[in-house]
């Protein structure tokens, strides 16, 4: 198994954010710009919160990188949170707190159960490590990936597909231009959904209210049989499906036709498979997303991801103070009401992550060079022998 892991560090409000990414290969040239880039577009996106104009997420490297390139051991990478400074009376390290505790909980967050759990008395003792501001380390450890993947001809794109019930005609879109530098302010290659979508962004920001959607990624230039079947653990449509879920209010995920598999025939939803006249195996269709067998088969891999609404409500719902035990509407923190968009960044990421590992897990993760060679010699083969 490979051990190309990774850990974040970090609370919403602290000092600053952090994770350890161990078991790329040496060689790899790290492009700065690119991580920064991928930051920028994580905290985009029509109906983010205010704190989005309050950071400028900015990636600082401080082991694992020698003039640029990595040298195989662990990379460790930092964000400065700029508003901890604004927080110090609620989130110094030691001393004690000055601020307001948080009492009521808040319906579909991590705050009742986490309290309960952890034996806190404050609310922010949860929410400030269940908030998605986690998310930013997560897209900084999947650039790198990224750049990895990239180094052997592998990139990830993704497009929001629905918001709040506004779709996408995806028969409209030219899956070509997904990946053009962030298709629209909400990622989204259908313009007249999108005016919809901020339409109804808008509404419910109005009614203080919150949306969640469904975004799409795609994976391009994977070989065929990354994954296994031999072993459940080891059946990358699962890990993919896991990364998913991983990120906070992910409730579904699709692969290829996904839930549709259950509705239509065998002979609408397999892909048939034929031989051009050089005598290379191709498919007219990739309802399978990608995956069969738990392995990549050499089509694009396309995941979707379906969203919860946000659970900070302007308009807050009914619920129970921690404290006295009675029935208060549900606290305020400034927040998103939606963020469907950025929730697409992290998903690319998160992909990065689970293809990256792959990867290392077939061809070896010492040297890049190497990693390219096994690469190169068993695409050979299976042309061949296809
Ligand atoms: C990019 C992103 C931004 C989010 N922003 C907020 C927010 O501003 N306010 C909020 O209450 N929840 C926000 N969430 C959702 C919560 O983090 C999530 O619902 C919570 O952690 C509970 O986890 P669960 O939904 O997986 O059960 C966001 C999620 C993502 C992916
Ligand atoms: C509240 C949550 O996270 C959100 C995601 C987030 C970010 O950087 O994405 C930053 C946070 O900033 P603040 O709480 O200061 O407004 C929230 O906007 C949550 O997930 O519960």
């Known amino acids: 198994m490979s051990m190309l892991r990774f850990m974040t560090a970090g609370e919403s409000h602290g000092p600053c954010l952090t994770a350890i990414l161990e078991g790329l290969p040496a060689g790899l040239k790290i492009d700065l710009e690119a991580i920064n880039r991928d930051l920028a577009r994580r905290q985009q996106g029509y109906g983010r919160g205010g704190r989005m104009k309050i950071e400028k997420d900015k990636v600082e490297i401080v082991s694992g990188v020698r003039f640029g390139e990595t040298l195989g051991g662990p990379v460790t990478l930092q964000v400065v949170n700029k508003d901890f400074a604004n927080w110090t009376d609620r989130m110094a390290v030691f001393g004690e707190p000055a601020g307001p505790k948080v009492t009521a909980a808040r319906p579909g967050h991590a705050d009742l159960t986490g309290v309960k759990k952890y034996d806190r ?142 509705i239509l025939p065998g002979s609408q939803i397999h892909d048939e498979v034929f031989l051009d006249e050089t005598g290379e195996v191709y498919r007219k269709t990739n309802r399978a997303g990608g995956l069969e067998g738990g392995m990549t088969n050499g089509e694009e891999v396309v995941v979707k991801a379906a969203m919860k609404p946000i659970p900070t409500l302007m308009t807050p719902l009914h619920s129970i103070d921690i404290e006295s035990r009675e029935a208060v509407l549900a606290c305020k923190e400034r927040s998103d009401t939606c963020a469907v968009s950025a929730a697409a960044v992290v998903g690319e990421a998160m992909t990065a992550f689970v293809m990256a590992e792959a990867i290392c897990d077939k061809f070896g993760a010492d040297a890049l060079v190497d990693v390219k060679a096994a690469m190169d010699s068993y695409k050979q083969r299976i042309g061949k022998d296809w």
């Not at 650039?143 to 592998?154: D, Q, S, W």
């Not at 990830?156 to 005609?169: E, F, K, L, R």
């Not at 808008?202 to 949306?211: E, H, P, R, S, Y």
Request: hydrophobic share 40%; charged share 25%; aromatic share 4%.
């Open 121 to 262: 008395k404050d609310v922010r003792d949860i929410l400030e490590r269940s908030s998605a501001r986690e998310t930013t380390m997560r897209v900084a450890v999947g650039a790198v990936c990224k750049e990895f993947l990239r180094a052997l001809g592998i990139s990830i794109v993704s497009q929001v597909t629905n918001i709040g019930g506004v779709a996408v005609d995806l028969s409209k879109i030219d899956r070509s231009r997904l990946g053009t530098e962030n298709g629209s302010e909400l990622n989204c290659y259908d313009a007249e959904a999108e005016q919809q979508m901020k339409a109804k962004i808008d509404a419910a920001k109005q009614a203080g209210d919150t949306l969640g959607g469904i975004f799409e990624v795609t994976v391009r230039g994977l070989p065929a049989g990354l994954g296994s079947h031999i072993q459940w653990d080891r059946r990358l449509d699962a890990k993919l499906a896991a990364a998913m879920m991983s990120i906070q209010a992910i409730k579904g995920v699709e692969i290829g036709a996904g839930f549709d598999c259950a």
